[in-house]
């Protein structure tokens, strides 16, 4: 596989986990297609959003990963296209300091939503990513915007190792963790415990919860399998919704 053909894959694979995924978590924790369809309708495309960011502000691990990869991608962007901080001109310190901006925007992001240790480790990864790249530049490894595979000396197997290691973080730990996620069996968003009258008297459900209407929640009813209208409704601290699929 070329380097084109390789930057390529992880963009697709980019693209998966942050929209085909989704659709999966959704599938799996309802039970079924059928479900997955109701509940799609009933969301509209602004909610299914909810979707892919419960999947992905909740499971720290995962963020970081989708971070660090999307991050890798644009490095890789601007490479291709002749872009970024390593001018010819400009000094190792200003190259440095400027090539770390980006990794350090994750790594607020990261901090604010996960913990200032998940920062730490995505600002690091991100920016050791962000190092290779710039050393191929640096080591005339990139030409007419595209990626010479031959290492010439110490410096280039240097960046090859970052290279693998962007492949690997992007190719193979970013789907496995979020497969992992889609299939794991719990709530993307709030659970909840409503009121819910059906037609057969009123009794206490619980609920995944899609969006807020007056003073009750439209959600997706646990037990019965359909869209339902709660009041009353009070934070249910359990989220798992059905067995993880390596338990089912």
Do not use: Q
């Not at 990864?125 to 962000?130: D, E």
């Not at 190092?131 to 110490?154: F, I, N, S």
């Not at 415990?193 to 057969?200: H, P």
């Amino acid at each position: 596989m070329s380097e084109g053909e390789r930057s390529g894959a992880e963009r697709v694979m980019l693209m998966a986990a942050l929209f085909a995924v989704p659709v999966l978590k959704l599938s799996w924790t309802l039970g079924g297609g059928d479900s997955a369809r109701d509940a799609l309708d009933t969301m509209g495309p602004k909610n299914w959003l909810d979707v892919m960011s419960g999947m992905f502000l909740f499971e720290p691990l995962l963020s970081t990963v989708l971070g660090v990869a999307a991050a890798r991608a644009f490095y890789l962007y601007l490479g291709e296209h002749g872009r970024g901080p390593a001018h010819p001109g400009r000094g190792v310190a200003a190259t440095a300091a400027s090539a770390a901006i980006v990794p350090g925007a994750l790594a607020l992001v990261i901090g604010s939503l996960n913990g200032w240790g998940w920062a730490l480790v995505a600002g690091v990864v991100a920016y050791a990513l962000r190092l290779g790249v710039l050393l191929d530049h640096r080591t005339g490894r990139y030409a007419g915007g595209h990626r010479r595979t031959r290492a010439a000396g110490p410096l280039h197997r240097t960046a090859d190792l970052v290279w693998g290691a962007g492949l690997l973080l992007t190719l193979v730990a970013l789907p496995l963790l979020a497969l992992a996620a889609a299939l794991d069996g719990r709530s993307w968003a709030g659970v909840v415990r409503c009121d819910v009258d059906t037609g057969a008297g009123s009794s206490r459900t619980r609920l995944i919860e899609f969006e807020r209407e007056g003073d009750g929640v439209v959600g997706w009813d646990v037990a019965g399998g359909v869209v339902v209208n709660g009041t009353a409704c009070a934070g249910d601290a359990d989220d798992v919704i059905r067995e993880p699929w390596w338990r089912a």
